[in-house]
């Protein structure tokens, strides 16, 4: 009788957990088709919160999730021609050799620099965002030197997240507006292209390694599928200059989640140290 009483409250909890997580990927693909980013700021700490999932296997059911949101996202800034094909193609290899220097450099670097790097360069996005106003209309003409630019800035996306962690749209679409000089909605459409190989392949790896929750990184897509084309369409409304003051608050959010990390790990840190310490019987 008391698993039979039992059964209708655990089928209850598992269809609230179901909505909790695909009320994750709504979020996250209406900040990614917005912000032209991936949406693992809101998936992550979610699972971890909704499902108990580590913060390693969050992460990579998140990447998983990412590959559809890129995917509709990119889609929907293209049906309006805000996308370059030949950009994306340049940041990709930055991306790829830029990704590989940020390992090399993890591994000499210490520990408690490296939260700080981000937030230097979060700092830096943030100011010149507010000296300069993309230009919706701005295109994108490729010669020399723009070439080795958009090469450049993928490389400062890669070091970034072989760094840290953070990578993707919160480096690709300030560079591509700042540097480059191209209109806030191509960024964010080229911005989304370029995740789409960089998440497939790194899913690709962690299915290898079985640690991807296919189940939660599908229910999270799904949600951020039917959201990501709103938020292009919201993008696409207000003007760029709402669409930077509200990238910035962004970027404030994604420095606010990695000081409390931060944080969490010098506790951490902290205590393990005073068990170490603690005389034993």
């Known amino acids: 009788m008391s698993e039979a009483a039992a059964s209708p409250s655990s089928r209850g909890g598992a269809v609230r957990r179901t909505g909790l997580v ?20 809101v998936i992550v700490p979610a699972l971890m919160s909704v499902l108990g999932m580590s913060q390693r296997r969050a992460a ?7 590959v559809l949101t890129a995917v509709t996202g990119s889609a929907s800034y293209g049906i309006r021609g805000e996308v370059s094909l030949p950009a994306a193609g340049l940041l990709v290899v930055g991306a790829l050799v830029g990704a590989q220097g940020g390992v090399l450099a993890l591994r000499r670097l210490p520990e408690r620099v490296l939260p700080w790097i981000f937030i230097g360069f979060a700092g830096l996005v943030a100011v010149s965002m507010r000296l300069r106003v993309p230009v919706r209309e701005a295109a994108l003409t490729l010669d020399g030197p723009r070439a080795i630019a958009l090469i450049a800035v993928g490389a400062v996306a890669g070091i970034l997240s072989g760094l840290v962690g953070v990578g993707g749209g919160s480096v690709i679409v300030p560079g591509l507006e700042l540097v480059i000089g191209v209109g806030d909605l191509l960024a964010r459409g080229t911005s989304l292209l370029v995740m789409i190989p960089t998440a497939v392949t790194g899913t690709w790896t962690n299915l290898k390694h079985g640690i991807v929750d296919l189940t939660s990184g599908l229910l999270v897509g799904i949600g951020a599928v039917i959201a990501a084309p709103v938020g292009v369409a919201v993008a696409a409304r207000i003007s760029p200059a709402t669409g930077s003051v509200l990238f910035d608050l962004f970027l404030v959010s994604v420095v606010i989640n ?4 931060e944080r969490a790990r010098q506790r951490a840190r902290a205590a393990a140290v005073s068990t170490s310490l603690r005389p034993h019987d």
């Open 22 to 41: 695909l009320a994750t990927g709504v979020c996250a693909g209406f900040l990614s088709g917005l912000f032209g980013v991936g949406g693992g700021l």
């Open 60 to 66: 990579a059911t998140s990447l998983a999730a990412i």
């Open 258 to 261: 990695m000081l409390r990390k």
